[in-house]
């Protein structure tokens, strides 16, 4: 990082670019002799009472005694993208949005109010994609009342690290006691080379099983359910064009399963589980080439999928596919304090 003119380190940053990228340069311990150097780079989310707070590309916030600055700039909103398809944020967040969709939303401005009783964070939390049309604290009051009528705790969906994610809301809500209970990568990649694999995995492509609908054997390997109810199917089925996938297994449950949605160019993965016994054996990866295959034939050209954070199986499988992260998204939650 280049923070000098003319030999001189600057800080080039100031209050009014709270809501930018910088790359700051702070001294690691103020108060030790000699003391060494070190960068953060991120959103600038406030300045005051002379502490900087920059949240990273993780979604990690980092405060900064502004007596510890000794240079910052302001630097490009998003790095350069050198591999995979090329997509905006707001682009990539709707199309996540319409492939795992709720019962029931309310707009709020431009915030997506979504319920569906509770199953999946995603489908019961706030979308907010630009305003809500009203001061922050008062949209919030409307989100709490929204959930709590329903039931639900009151879950926020926000995005760290790209160009128009949202940092700055973030902050805002860890300001207001709201804290951040789960953090996923969302990877893009080219969806041409999911379809052809190679050779060697032709043999367990074929005991793929398409369908449109997820029977009672794939919900019965699907993780994140104990019953099938409305809801449930109802999330799962939900998008423009959804594909179910399955590899038959002894006693009626598959040893694999994974569904996909198709929505324009994009092609989203999601639910891709494999039964532990029959691991290491491309099972996932023939799912998702059967899957890859059939939104080709729909006219998609790019991949999605979201992984957590430390699932570092599922990273590095989706790594030697060719997936490559394009931001970071968290769950907030709403802290009610104790009477």
């Not at 789960?182 to 032709?202: I, K, M, N, Q, Y």
């Not at 109810?229 to 590899?247: I, Q, R």
Request: hydrophobic share 40%; charged share 20%; proline share 6%.
């Amino acid at each position: 990082m280049e923070f000098t003119t003319g030999g001189r380190l600057e800080v080039r940053i100031t209050p009014v670019d709270v809501g930018k990228r910088v790359s700051v340069r702070q001294l690691a311990n103020e108060a030790a002799p000699g003391a060494k150097f070190t960068d953060t780079v991120g959103v600038l989310t406030s300045w005051d009472a002379g502490v900087l707070s920059i949240t990273q590309r993780s979604g990690v916030s980092v405060r900064i005694p502004e007596s510890a600055l000794v240079a910052g700039k302001t630097v490009p909103a998003a790095p350069a993208r050198r591999r995979g398809p090329s997509a905006t944020f707001p682009e990539l967040a709707r199309a996540m949005a319409r492939a795992w969709q709720p019962m029931e939303s309310e707009q709020l401005g431009d915030w997506q109010l979504r319920a569906a009783a509770g199953f999946t964070r995603r489908a019961n939390s706030v979308l907010p994609l630009g305003d809500p049309g009203r001061p922050l604290d008062e949209a919030l009051e409307r989100v709490h009342a929204w959930y709590a009528e329903r039931g639900l705790p009151a879950y926020m969906q926000l995005a760290t690290g790209y160009e128009g994610t949202q940092e700055v809301l973030a902050a805002s809500l860890e300001e207001r006691g709201w804290t951040r209970e789960v953090t996923a990568l969302v990877r893009t990649g080219a969806l041409a080379p999911l379809g052809d694999p190679g050779r060697p995995l032709e043999d367990a492509v074929s005991r793929v099983t398409l369908s449109r609908s997820c029977d009672a054997s794939w919900l019965a390997r699907y993780q994140r359910i104990t019953t099938p109810d409305p809801a449930v199917l109802k999330v799962l089925g939900s998008g423009p064009s959804t594909w179910f996938a399955s590899v038959a297994g002894t006693g009626g449950v598959p040893v694999a399963i994974g569904r996909c949605v198709t929505d324009g160019r994009w092609a989203g993965f999601m639910a891709v589980e494999v039964d532990p016994a029959a691991r290491r054996q491309g099972l996932a990866s023939a799912v998702m080439t059967a899957l890859a295959r059939r939104a080709l034939d729909e006219g998609a050209s790019a991949a999605w999928l979201q992984v957590e954070e430390d699932n570092t199986g599922a990273r590095a499988l989706y790594d030697g596919m060719g997936f490559r992260t394009h931001h970071s998204y968290h769950h907030y939650r709403q802290h009610i304090p104790t009477a």
